[in-house]
Every structure is written in C-alpha cells, then in structure tokens.
Nanobody
C-alpha cells in the first residue's frame, strides 16, 4: 500500500492550496482517511479525518471553517482544500489511512511541505 501526497508549496497568508493523496494497492472501501501535520519543533497533530462508516468528518479547531477534507473513491484519492491560510499552518502535511475497525492509522504518505509566509 502506498499513499502519495502532493500539492504543497510556498504561499502567502490568505491564499489557498489543495493537497491530494493518491492511494495504490488499496481501495478506500472500508478505510478511514486523514490528514495530519507536523510543524517544526512540534508533535504531529490531526488536521482532518473522514470516516468510512457514516462519512463523518472531524477537524482540528484551528482549521475549522477554513479546511475541507473530501474523497473520491473512484480515483482512490483524498483531498484537503485549505483556504485562508495562515503562517501557523506551515508544516509538513501527511495523509494516512486505516481500516475502519482499527484505532490507529497504519498507512502513511511521505508528506508534503506547506509554507505560508506572512
């Protein structure tokens, strides 16, 4: 199973970016999906998750109203639309997936760097 994240880059505060994560070797059927990030000197945190069962989305308080997670099952791709970006959103963003009965994410992408300048 491989997850390939892309779409990161250098943007200015207030700009938008869309991250993509394409999966190979697994379909998204029965898999929860998530985006996580790790800023320099900080621990990795959950940004947005999407459950297979019920299609429930959860967002970190810091990104609510600005970020949107979505999935395209036909393309085996999960997206993170990021609007109104702030310098504090600067981090390496990782996509991840887990079988819906598992408690921990066990498939991880390689990460894509998002840098937001003020």
């Amino acid at each position: 199973v491989q997850l390939q994240a892309s779409g990161g880059g250098l943007v200015q505060a207030g700009d938008s970016l869309r991250l993509s994560c394409a999966a190979s070797g697994v379909t998204f059927n029965r898999y929860d999906l998530g985006w996580f990030r790790q800023a320099p000197g900080k621990e990795r945190e959950s940004v947005a998750t999407f459950t297979w069962r019920g299609g429930i989305t959860n967002y970190a308080d810091s990104v609510k109203g600005r970020f949107t997670i979505s999935r395209n099952n036909a393309k085996n791709t999960v997206y993170l639309q990021m609007n109104s970006l702030k310098p504090e959103d600067t981090a390496v963003y990782y996509c991840a997936s887990k079988y819906f009965t598992r408690s921990e994410y066990h498939y991880w992408g390689q990460g894509t760097l998002v840098t937001v300048s003020s």
